[in-house]
């Protein structure tokens, strides 16, 4: 299969998977390096009151889109289903806007002592009907696996709002929450408006169209999925904003933001390309692509987020400062449900594109029942506690979506343990021998810095020469062959480019 432009499917997959992970590590940078000089400007509060709002931003946002799915599924995508698309997408977002000024009253019992949210509200839903009016462009985009523009977009929109935007207002003393409101406003401005630019269709609406019927339940189907996906991961940041102080949501919120930034920003670019892939694969290919998706995904985020694990105050104190320590003890928590949720990412990008969106609907669901009574039963007690029960029950719907993806493909349920089971083990053992290494350092004089920093490496380290030369054990054959050819395709373009 091809594109308009002459390529490949396959050509096409490895360019926006490329463009995918190079957007998204410009962007985290980017977003990891102004939210430290927001935190240490305006501080815990200003960001617990800014993460209830972002709550309501991602709930708003999914349940006004139901076109993403469809237009990105449909065979042949003619000029009424785009006009169908763009009548629900402009008309769902308008009302979803709306509605969500009714909350008002929830985010004054909420914060009682805090001025201005009314002003934040409705910032808010402006910018909900801005970023839905562009989601049939963002939806074009996908489609065609136009991952450049997107990444850009999305890039330059972060940097204008936060970058040129908030950080200028800080540092001009301007020390509120409708900072961080107006960033993202302007954020949902400039990157809709990219993202239009660059996938022009047009300004034409309509209700009526010959396939409406599975045009709407596929696109229902995936947004209550979405939806659910969202409650899921969002539950215990509303139990906490609820039941805990403004200080406490702030380190809560900020801890799980920072480590929950590389995994959003890596899965969310990876997992929308393996749909629209997977979407025009056929079994053979989707069976073998779903493999190497999950086990790479696992084995990538569990490296990753075991550097983080196993030096939390060291990463904090760097990236925060010191008036943020005490939110250090969030961080291993949170880094387990940060790579449960990059494994949960991948499994639901193969449900999802195999048509059976409604079993992953069903998982969210149950997980968000259950963090539900576990979230309001501990956060009483211990905010930290509650962090730890969300960790788990992450942990147990990544397994229990991988291994439904994986049966949904034809494989066998055991294919799991080396799958996923055996790289989440791996990054336990990374993390204790970087602990092990840091104290043993830190015993020979060293100071807390260095060896906290020697640790990490040292741990990181031996875990990459273990699979080095126990490769044949410990990868799955698909993986392995996989690597084998990615990195025999580097060498002979790497000999090509040798004077």
Known sequence: MSAPDGAPLRTRAVRAVAWGYGGSLAR??????AQAILARLLGPQEFG??????????VSVLAADLVSAPVIQMPALDAAALRFAC?????GSAVVALLSLFSLPLFRAAFPHTAGLGLSLGLVAAGIFV????????????????????????????????GLCAVPLALAGQ???????????????????????????????????????????????VGLGNVANWVSTSVDRLLVAR????????????????????????SSSLSTVAFSVSAQSDDAARRRGTLIYLHLSTLLFGLLYGVFAAAPELWVGLIYGPRWLDGAVYLPPFCMAAVSFGVSSAANAVLTSGGTAGSSAVSQVVTALLLAVLVWALVSSSVLWAAWAVATVYLLRALLLAWLSLRRVGERGSTLLPTVVLPLLLALVQVGVSQALTHALASLG??????????????????????????????????????????GKLRRRLERSSP
């Open 243 to 266: 039941q805990a102080a403004p200080v406490d949501i702030g380190y809560y919120n900020t801890m799980l933001n920072l480590m929950s930034t590389p995994v959003s920003q890596l």
């Open 49 to 58: 009151v800014f993460s209830a709002l972002m709550l309501l931003i991602g």
């Open 175 to 221: 020390r509120s929450h409708h900072v961080l409101v107006l960033a993202w406003l302007v954020q949902s401005f400039v990157t809709t408006g990219l993202q239009y630019a660059w996938a022009r269709h047009p300004i034409a609406a309509s209700l009526h169209f010959d396939g409406w019927r599975p045009f709407l339940c596929y696109g229902g189907e």
């Open 28 to 33: 985290m940078a980017t977003q990891i390096g």
């Open 131 to 162: 970023t839905g009016w562009g989601g049939v462009s963002l939806s074009l985009l996908r489609r065609n696996l136009r991952y450049r523009e997107i990444q850009l977009a999305q890039l330059l929109g972060y940097v204008v709002g936060y």
């Open 446 to 487: 060293l100071g807390a810095g260095s060896a906290s920093l020697a640790g990490l490496c040292g741990g990181l380290a031996a875990i990459v020469l273990l699979l080095v030369a126990l490769r044949r054990v410990l990868l799955p054959p698909a993986s392995l062959a996989w690597l084998a050819e990615a990195s």
């Open 87 to 91: 009548g629900l997408q402009w008309l």
